[in-house]
């Protein structure tokens, strides 16, 4: 029936529909297939096959958890990441040692996680008192590491440094951007790091009268990294209690241009929380979730960046009906992740295990982790993002 | 409209079936097989379109040389499932059940000749899937690749890539 077998050549197939295939792939089977030829080898590595296979990859899948767990038998501090569908279906799958980054001393922490690439802090004492921060990159999926970046600051260690990790896609370029306090110049300043560089670029200083949060960590999406901050202050020192609700604000950093903007919480959002809310990125939206008078989780959600009015509130769930009521001094509830109507939430550092509830119709369940104390928690994908630069 | 179309397609077969209709397009299958479809469907076989456009609508019958009448009527089939809005989960697992690797293969050149991409898509990913826990041995034969590394290198690629290995199917299941 066919039209004929006489060559099987006509079957090798033209880069264009090789690349078309491949793109299907999990990363772990492309990783595999880098074996079938020179040609197979450097084009799963491409860039631009990257970014391709990135646009067919399911997203949200996993989370990446900073954790106090058990890897190997020792009680350690640890960023992995999981699958979400596992998490909830085999909560008591050990952590992996080859999959999991394991801190030494407690001087890394994860800055964030873009399209399947972790930015991580590594802070490095010094015997003055000092601290040197730089960072490095690491897709847990390929199981690469970067080498370490330039060193960013010197700092005596009290400094408070934000940081937050993001991708400008104009130019396909990953950057840090750290916010921190001069306080000799008396300004706030804002460095640059590009992954692959070899140097922190000064972008700009602002006197402006506010200060970001205590949450070190921006949220990324959208091409910024965003902040809770407040405005209209005197100085960069602060007590929560002394602020008012409408100095309340995200402040956005533009990665592409370098810029950044004010935007405003929602309307509905009267009381102040006795605690600082947190700024998330869930299924692709800003988040900013708070406890309310020490009774209620709250959760909206920006359905439109920065568009205010899309602002929506999306959960609103009493401690009673989570089933939780370890509510110590401070707020401890944090979300992992959202998918459909499903909304996962971790107790921090304080309890082994996760809260799976439904908004809509109330249903809650607890799942526990056996040895597993998170601290935060990001959406993650799979992907094959190369961290930059690759040791030799 | 969708239904009508549906329902004609389903009669459709080798070239006497109404053959006075000028509406219709006849392909003609490398072994000359002539296969009546409405334009609705040539529309979606980009190739063929821009056939007929060319030719300012003269010409309805078009040679499809490297395409076979094995082949061709399931590629009429999926673009008339696409018309009709119907191309669903359940269609397409269907569709690729009744198909060895081999047809799946020409059906992949057939929709790449003809340029009909959401076939295309949906062909690589099935192809993607059936590939997946293959051996590199295997996917080097199936796509007729020539290993092109040195004993030395590909040893050395497969020892740091060692954690990709698990879960590989044994070869000797192949279908073909």
């Known amino acids: 029936m066919h039209i004929s077998d006489e060559d099987d050549v006509s079957w090798i197939l033209t880069p264009d529909l090789i690349t078309e295939i491949l793109s299907w792939l999990p990363v772990k089977i492309l990783g595999r297939f880098r074996c079938v030829c020179k040609y197979w080898k450097l084009l799963i590595f491409e860039p631009t096959f990257a970014k391709l296979h990135h646009q067919r990859s399911p997203k949200h899948t996993h989370t990446l958890l900073t954790l106090f767990g058990v890897v190997n038998d020792s009680e350690t501090w640890v960023v992995a990441p999981h699958s979400v569908r596992r998490l909830l279906e085999h909560p008591s799958s050990p952590i992996k040692e080859e999959e999991c980054w394991r801190f030494k001393d407690e001087t890394y922490y994860a800055i964030g996680c873009v399209n399947g690439l972790v930015c991580l802090i590594d802070y490095e004492s010094q015997e003055d008192g000092k601290r040197k921060i730089c960072i490095r990159f690491w897709n847990p999926t390929l199981r690469l590491r970067s080498q370490k970046s330039p060193i960013l600051y010197e700092t005596p260690s009290d400094l408070c440094v934000h940081l937050g990790f993001g991708y400008d896609d104009s130019g396909d370029i990953y950057k840090v951007v750290t916010v921190f306090w001069d306080h000799t110049e008396e300004k706030w300043e804002v460095r640059v790091h590009c992954m692959g560089d070899n140097c922190w670029r000064k972008i700009l200083t602002y006197p402006d009268c506010s200060t970001l949060l205590g949450t070190l960590v921006g949220s990324f999406l959208n091409g910024s990294v965003n902040w809770l901050a407040l405005t209209n202050l005197n100085c960069p020192d602060y007590e929560l209690e002394d602020v008012i609700m409408d100095q309340l604000v995200i402040f956005s950093f533009d990665l592409r241009n370098e810029t950044y903007e004010f935007m405003s919480l929602p309307d509905g959002f009267g009381e102040k929380p006795p605690d600082e809310p947190a700024l998330d990125v869930l299924r692709d939206c800003l988040c900013l979730s708070y406890d309310h008078m020490k009774t209620h989780f709250v959760l909206w959600e920006m359905r439109e960046f920065g568009v205010h009015e899309s602002w929506t509130k999306i959960v609103n769930v009493s401690y009673v009906q989570l089933h939780f009521f370890d509510l110590m001094s401070e707020w401890l509830l944090f979300p992992v992740s959202l998918s459909g109507d499903l909304l996962l939430l971790a107790i921090k550092e304080t309890c082994d295990g996760v809260i799976l509830c439904n908004p809509i119709d109330g249903k809650v369940q607890h799942i526990e982790l056996p040895n597993c104390k998170i601290m935060y928690a990001e959406e993650h994908m799979q992907s094959l993002v190369l961290p930059r630069p690759l040791p030799h | ?176």
């Open chain 2, 1 to 176: 409209m969708a239904e009508e179309v549906s329902s004609q397609m389903n009669s459709l077969s080798i070239s006497e079936t109404n053959p006075s209709s000028s509406a219709t397009i006849s392909l003609v299958s490398g072994d000359d097989i002539v296969f009546k479809v409405e334009p609705t469907i040539a529309k979606e076989m980009e190739t063929v379109q821009s056939f007929i456009d060319e030719t300012d609508g003269k010409i309805t019958t078009i040679p499809l040389p490297n395409i076979s009448s094995h082949d061709l009527p399931y590629v009429i089939e999926y673009c008339e499932k696409s018309i009709a809005g119907k191309i669903t989960k359940e269609f397409e697992a269907e569709f690729v059940k009744k198909l060895n690797n081999e047809e799946v293969k020409e059906l992949f050149l057939a929709a790449n000749y003809l340029n009909i991409k959401k076939l295309l898509d949906f062909l690589s990913q099935v192809i993607a899937d059936r590939i997946a826990n293959k051996s590199v041995e295997y996917v080097r034969r199936y796509f007729g690749i020539e290993n092109d590394f040195t004993p030395e290198e590909e040893a050395k690629l497969r020892e740091e890539l060692a954690w990709t290995f698990t879960g590989v199917d044994p070869d000797d299941e192949d279908e073909n």
